[in-house]
DNA sequence: ATTGTTGCAAATATTTTGCATCAAT
DNA sequence: ATTGATGCAAAATATTTGCAACAAT
């Protein structure tokens, strides 16, 4: 709980937060509002967006927002991890090689926990590019670290 | 280089080639469209998005696409990895505790080669979940390895 | 009574697509 | 000559927002 403005208790809220914690696969704003409607027919999408942001601000729910918004490309092809900048959202390519055993290690260990077929994953790391790092000094740094942990939205 | 059909080479193709090899920081399409605009005025943003297409499926450059297009939203405020099937989109908790040590390093590592201040990582598995898998025998999973080992989409 | 919330519709933003014309092979 | 590519505009998709009416405190 970190905002600072009331939690009106709304049918429309309650519904909704029912929703999300009943299901187990992330759903999506739409796949909400469906099964929302059939306990409140008359509810519209612009109320589950908007009270999703308000569940996930009040710490009830976590919002998975994609790694970045758009597309993007890359002339270099060959294969690597990225670092994105919180404050300007600058992508990065990270030096360092893939590192092939620990994470190929985990995979396999997933592998055999779920029966699901693993076969790669992806690695990004989050911080502040080193502009970003001079011109807050910090500031940011701190803020968003709160925020991150706040919303378990990365380890 | 993995299609079949021919690759026709226009002066739209060849510029927007050389945007986005120029740029070291994975620009998005409409960036890509105002630098070749400069070149090519009349250039339509549709022309863009088409070559972007025709250039990754040639191998040329690697299209970096969100690691999920909507937002999706969590009844689980714990912090945990996905594991996302290639398939059918679903998202599912990776059943192993975030693992803290090792990158942990990495992103120490990674902080003092770079200057970057890093605090967190997200780590995603790609795979079939058990469903697909049986579903697709194999099949999808051997296809779209080799899209992703082509395209370098992750590793 | 105050102020946040709702439903609706319109606006935004990103990406895709239909189509007639044009250009590379 | 054939067939893929282009420019333009319209469509599709996901999300946000302005606003008047409404409801929780």
Redesign the pocket.
């Known amino acids: 709980m970190k905002s600072d403005?009331?939690?009106?208790?709304?049918?429309?809220?309650e519904v909704i937060l029912e929703e999300v914690r009943k299901v187990y696969h992330h759903p999506?704003?739409?796949e909400i509002y469906e099964n929302v409607r059939k306990t409140?027919p008359?509810?519209?999408?612009?109320?589950v967006?908007?009270?999703l942001?308000?569940l996930a601000e009040f710490g009830l729910i976590k919002k998975m927002e994609p790694d970045f918004?758009?597309?993007r490309f890359d002339g270099n092809t060959k294969e690597h991890y990225h670092i994105t900048c919180l404050h300007c959202g600058m992508i990065e390519d990270a030096p360092i090689e893939p590192s092939g055993n620990s994470l190929k290690n985990l995979e396999n260990a997933l592998g055999n926990l779920t029966k699901h077929g693993i076969f790669g994953h992806k690695l990004e790391f989050i911080g502040l590019c080193s502009k970003c790092r001079e011109k807050e000094n910090g500031r940011i740094f701190k803020e968003k670290l709160n925020e991150c942990i706040d919303t378990g939205g990365f380890k």
């Open positions: 403005k009331p939690y009106r208790l709304t049918r429309q809220r999506t704003a739409d409140l008359h509810i519209s999408l612009g109320t967006y908007r009270n942001d308000v918004p758009q597309m």
